[in-house]
């Protein structure tokens, strides 16, 4: 284990549900990631958040609704999406600044949109 | 920005033959090569990384070497193992800014 849990593990939805993803991580890291995995494409960054601040974001849609309450904590809301949707959504974290700065992932959450 | 490609997209070898992953990247300012490791349902996990103060990097059966006038850098495992099938992805970042990722490298390991 990386010490990066996710839940749910597996969701699906249908295009008109409001659904959450959740990411906590136990590292002391202040740094927080939302990636996009899809089949056969490099990792997508999506969300950004150091010291709860977000600093990035990729062009994201507005159906996908990022929070950071805390640096262990890291959501992601959904709404309205897109069958093209589907995908295996990555969380991860970091120490920015602190000399490890590389990025640990959790598992993962399978999202497959009806 | 960053643009990383890895090569092969699929590699399959013999137990206890050596495989190599390469990948290019484009911004000669990056400075920091992950190489990570993803079994089937599970997230990406780091398994060695380098950076562009040093040439080779290696960790018992793995090992990774960059050639930076190149801009190129390989990932090598020897006497490979069955539990070494995954998917491999390389990754280049710019001082830990953002994380560009290869498309994955799948390694097949045959008994």
């Known amino acids: 284990e990386t010490g990066v849990t996710q839940t749910p593990r597996h969701l699906v939805m249908g295009m008109t549900n409001k659904k959450s993803l959740k990411c906590e991580q136990h590292?002391?890291?202040?740094?927080m990631y939302w990636y996009k995995q899809s089949a056969k494409k490099p990792l997508e960054l999506m969300f950004v958040?150091?010291?709860?601040?977000?600093?990035e974001n990729n062009s994201v849609p507005s159906r996908f609704s990022p929070e950071c309450p805390n640096s262990s904590h890291l959501f992601l809301h959904l709404h309205t999406l897109q069958p093209e949707d589907s995908a295996l959504y990555l969380c991860?974290?970091?120490?920015?600044?602190?000399?490890?700065?590389?990025?640990?992932f959790g598992p993962g959450t399978r999202l497959t949109v009806l | 920005g960053e643009n990383v490609e890895q090569h092969p997209s699929t590699l399959s070898v013999q137990e206890g033959d050596s495989a190599v992953i390469k990948c290019t990247y484009s911004?000669?300012?990056?400075?920091?090569f992950p190489w990570y490791k993803q079994e089937l349902g599970k997230g990406p996990q780091l398994i060695i990384d380098?950076?562009?103060?040093?040439g080779e990097k290696k960790d018992q059966r793995i090992a990774v070497t960059l050639n930076k006038t190149a801009k190129h850098f390989s990932l090598h495992i020897t006497e490979t193992q069955p539990e070494d099938s995954a998917v491999y992805f390389c990754?280049?970042?710019?001082?830990?800014?953002?994380?560009?990722f290869g498309s994955g490298t799948k390694l097949n390991v045959k008994p």
């Open positions: 991860a974290s970091s120490h920015q600044g602190g000399g490890d700065d590389t990025q640990y």
């Open positions: 590292l002391g890291h202040n740094a």
């Open positions: 958040y150091n010291f709860k601040e977000q600093t």
């Open positions: 911004d000669s300012a990056s400075n920091y």
């Open positions: 380098i950076r562009s103060n040093v």
């Open positions: 990754a280049a970042s710019i001082n830990f800014n953002k994380f560009y």
